[in-house]
Each structure stands twice: as C-alpha cells, then as structure tokens.
C-alpha cells in the first residue's frame, strides 16, 4: 500500500528554534500533501494544504509565516516552524494522497515537537 | 463549528463481540467519507471508505454504513479483536473543497479478552 514517511518523529529544542520537518510519499506521486496538527485528546486539525509548484493553502487562524511550507517535488513536502515557542508544542503529521479522484489521504507517523 | 461528530469518546466491546462506532456530520456537501485507526504516537492508518453514492461497503471484517437522509455513517467490526483497540476517527470530506478532510474528535474502542 501507499506509504509516506515523515522525518523526525520527535524533536526537542529551545524556544526561538526553527524546526524543519520532511514528509515524503515514497511509492507515489503526490500533488497535493496535508499538514494537521493534533492536541491531546483531540483530532486532527488541518492547517495547510501543500500544493507542488505554488503557494501553500491554510486554513483560517493558522499564521503563515509562523508555519512555512515548502512543497518541492511530487514527492516531498516540508513544514518549518519558524522561531518556535512552547505553545508550538504539538504533535503534527502530515498526510498524501496520489493523484486520482476519491484515493484516501495517508499519513505519516507524525513528529513530537517539543519547545523548552 | 463541528462538521464531524464522534459523540462518543470510548467504547468497549467484549472480545468476538460487534464493535459499533458512530460518526455523524453537517455538511450536505461531502461525499468522501473515511475511517482511520491511530495508536498513541503514530499517525493515523487508513481503514475504509465510502462514496456518498453508495450506502455500504465492506473489508474483511470492517463495514462501513452511510445514511445520507440522516447524515450519519457508522463503522461496524466484527468479529472484535483485542488488536483492534486503538482510536478511531471518521473523516469526511468534499470534492469541490479541494478533497481536505475534517475529522471527528475519536472514538477510543477498547476490546477486551
């Protein structure tokens, strides 16, 4: 089956850090890559819409300049988490879809991000 | 506003027992609905799916209901292993919304021997 890998699964770093995180389709293409964030005990909230070759898409209250994203090829996107502070802790995951209608969106492991 | 209602936040199932998680939404527009499994500390993992121009659709143990008129769909395991614990989140979304999903908040299903 379709997988994506995402890379780191955990970071821990001081206040003021950027934070780079790869997500990767590895046996398909993807157009389109999903970032979510998730607090405990809660679901998974969609901030952005990656989208290969132009701007990312977010969602409503997520700061774009806060949370870059980079989608650079069909296969890779990137969320950096620009000057990071502890309310950035969170779990985020990104997801992929291949590129045909009704394919189901599939996750990565995920990243622990953790701000000091 | 919550597009997608997973009212129940736990259930538990005995063992071979059904396992019966409820999922109900909002928007008249979706017509991608899914099913993902999430352990602690992992992202979540595809399960099942349904169109909106159907009302079930069945995997090996898992099937999945869709009751447009009523705008819910449920998830039906059986029978329940112990492995099958883990939260479950439903996911909906639209094809003229750019194909994003909304999730529900979770069930956690708890199977016990």
């Known amino acids: 089956g379709a997988v994506v890998s995402q890379h780191p699964s955990r970071v821990i770093c001081k206040s003021g850090t950027s934070v780079k995180i790869e997500c990767r389709s590895l046996?398909?293409?993807?157009?389109?890559m999903f970032w979510y964030r998730q607090f405990p005990k809660q679901s998974l909230m969609l901030m952005a819409t990656?989208?290969?070759?132009?701007?990312?898409?977010?969602e409503q209250g997520v700061e774009k300049d806060k949370f870059l994203i980079n989608h650079a090829s069909l296969t890779l996107s990137t969320l950096t988490v620009t000057s990071a502070h502890p309310e950035d802790s969170s779990f985020y995951i990104c997801?992929?879809?291949?590129?045909?209608?009704?394919?189901?969106?599939?996750f990565g492991d995920g990243t622990r991000l953790s701000i000091l | 506003d919550q597009q997608v209602k997973q009212n129940s936040p736990s259930l538990s199932v005995q063992e071979g027992r059904i396992s019966i998680l409820n999922c109900d939404y909002t928007?008249?527009?979706?017509?991608?609905f899914l099913w993902y499994k999430k352990y602690p500390a992992e992202g979540p993992t595809f399960l099942i799916s349904?169109?909106?121009?159907?009302d079930k659709n069945e995997d090996g143990r898992f099937t999945v209901f869709l009751n447009k008129s009523a705008k819910h769909l449920s998830l039906h395991i059986v029978p329940s292993q112990p492995g099958d614990s883990a939260v479950y989140f439903c996911?909906?979304?639209?094809?003229?919304?750019?194909?994003?999903?909304?999730f529900g908040q979770g069930t956690e299903l708890s199977v016990k021997p």
């Open positions: 990656s989208n290969e070759g132009s701007k990312a898409t977010y």
């Open positions: 046996d398909f293409q993807a157009t389109t």
């Open positions: 928007n008249s527009m979706f017509d991608y």
């Open positions: 996911a909906a979304s639209a094809y003229n919304q750019g194909g994003k999903l909304i």
């Open positions: 349904i169109s909106s121009i159907k």
């Open positions: 997801s992929a879809r291949e590129d045909l209608s009704n394919q189901p969106q599939h």
